[in-house]
């Protein structure tokens, strides 16, 4: 398992991992099999999207605040409920197939490390499984 470490810059953004789930893939030698990412984190989260225009992650963000607005009728007094529920909309993995040793990502995909209630130090895991 590879451990990337992650500084995010502001309360909400995404910032694409695809390069470090690469690198994982080459230095595991596994030509066949899986990748997965996973976010030990409740306030984070991964998703799988564009990365050709900007404005597609930007208006996701613009989104998820239309949704989950940071201020409402919560109680979770740490205050960060809105990030705690961004977390489980994008979910805390994902898996993406690898064949002949490349990930099978489609042109315009990429793997987005989502924060929700940064900036902070964040951890990812990666796993590339045989098989
Ligand atoms: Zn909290």
Same mark, same amino acid.
């Given at each position: ?5 992650i500084?995010t ?5 995404f910032?694409?991992?695809?390069? #470090?789930?690469?690198?994982? &893939?080459?230095?595991?030698?596994? %030509?066949?099999? %899986? !990748? =997965?990412?996973?976010?030990p984190? =409740?306030? #984070?989260g991964?998703?799988i999207?564009?990365? #050709?225009?900007?404005?597609?992650? *930007?208006?996701?963000l ?8 940071? *201020?409402? @009728?919560? %109680?979770?007094?740490e205050? @960060? =409920?809105? !990030?705690? &529920? $961004?977390?489980?909309?994008?979910g805390?993995?994902a898996? &993406?197939?690898?064949?002949?040793? *490349?990930?099978q ?12 209630d940064g900036? *902070? =130090? %964040? $951890? ?8």
């Amino acid at each position: 398992m590879k451990e990337v470490e992650i500084q995010t810059q502001e309360r909400s953004q995404f910032l694409d991992i695809t390069a #470090a789930v690469r690198e994982a &893939v080459q230095e595991s030698g596994i %030509r066949d099999g %899986r !990748a =997965t990412v996973f976010v030990p984190h =409740t306030t #984070a989260g991964i998703t799988i999207n564009e990365n #050709a225009d900007p404005d597609v992650v *930007r208006d996701m963000l613009s989104v998820l605040d239309e949704l989950v607005p940071w *201020r409402g @009728n919560y %109680r979770h007094a740490e205050g @960060n =409920t809105a !990030a705690h &529920v $961004k977390s489980s909309l994008m979910g805390s993995s994902a898996a &993406v197939l690898v064949s002949a040793g *490349r990930l099978q990502l489609g042109v315009w995909q990429s793997i987005w490390f989502c924060e929700f209630d940064g900036p *902070r =130090t %964040r $951890k990812v895991l990666i796993e590339i499984h045989k098989g």
